[in-house]
């Protein structure tokens, strides 16, 4: 599921245009009829074939025939227009290689005032497969769900970020567009791909950041080896579009859990044994 570098590169304007219109269309339909299209972008049929056949060899476009002629923008097509504005912003000017990728996200390294990471949220593109091939209009609320799902998972991503940086060590956040948060490029390693010299120092710095994402009132509320990367012997906690505010009335059984399995990590790959109270105590007061 990588992205289609090359391709957005040499993107014509008509088929920024009808990315575009398709990205508009999909508020009001699964498959946005060839019609649609016609009307909203005032370009020639013939013209919006020929650039829709290059978006769908692309990735960026799917076409389905049945009931009628309609198309649907999916994750390459969104990637290129968060790309296109990115861009035209001037946060980045070239997407490099992807870095990272997770169950719900690809993560690429990318060039902007500096080195920068661009997070490619990616929520629901399979378990939503099937409602975008239902051909039927869709309704006011459940139209598109993976981009809107996407788009909300990285503003909430970017608000924690923003809410975060610089008390807690977490990546500085740059910029943000549809399903895609620019922040700084982080040169570390994944915690669970390290062997540390001094484990006890850096879990006492994971108890510490998380006590201060605590105190500005968030739970990252999926922490883990996983999200946690050490740069230069410091660590910088990732990965925050499920974070919960203090006051969700789970908050405490959140921040307990996240706390066991930073414990949990630590005693299975170092035998360090801290205690769970101290833990707890040291993060929430
Ligand atoms: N700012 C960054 N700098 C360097 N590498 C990063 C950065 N952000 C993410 N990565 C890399 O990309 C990987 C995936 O990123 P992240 O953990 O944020 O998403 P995810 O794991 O896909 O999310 P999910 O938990 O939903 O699967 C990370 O494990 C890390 O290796
Ligand atoms: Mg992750």
Known sequence: MGVAAEQIRSLHKYEKTILLALERGMKRYAWVPLEQ??????LAESEITYRLSRLIAWGMVRFNP?????????????????????THKGTISALGSQIGEGKESVVHDALGLGPVAIKFHRVGG???????????YMPEEGHCPWLIASRKS??????????LHPKVSVPLPIDQ????????????????????EAPKEILEEVLENTRLAYKAGVIHADLSEYNILVEDGRV????????????????????????????????????LDFPREDAVQWVIG
């Open 37 to 42: 299209l016609r009307t909203t972008t005032n």
């Open 66 to 86: 049945v009931p009628y002629d309609g198309y649907a923008l999916v994750f390459g097509g969104y990637d290129a227009l968060a790309l296109a504005t990115l």
């Open 126 to 136: 399979r378990s939503f497969s099937s409602a975008r091939l239902n051909r039927d």
């Open 154 to 163: 990285a503003e909430r991503e970017y608000e924690a970020l923003k809410a």
């Open 177 to 196: 567009n549809r399903h895609t948060v620019v922040m700084a490029l982080i040169n570390g390693q994944n915690l669970n791909r390290c062997r540390l």
């Open 236 to 271: 910088v906690l990732i990965d925050w579009p499920q974070w919960i505010a203090t006051d969700h009335p789970n908050a405490g059984a959140i921040v307990g859990r996240d706390v066991d399995n930073i414990l949990a990590y630590f005693l299975r790959k170092y035998q």
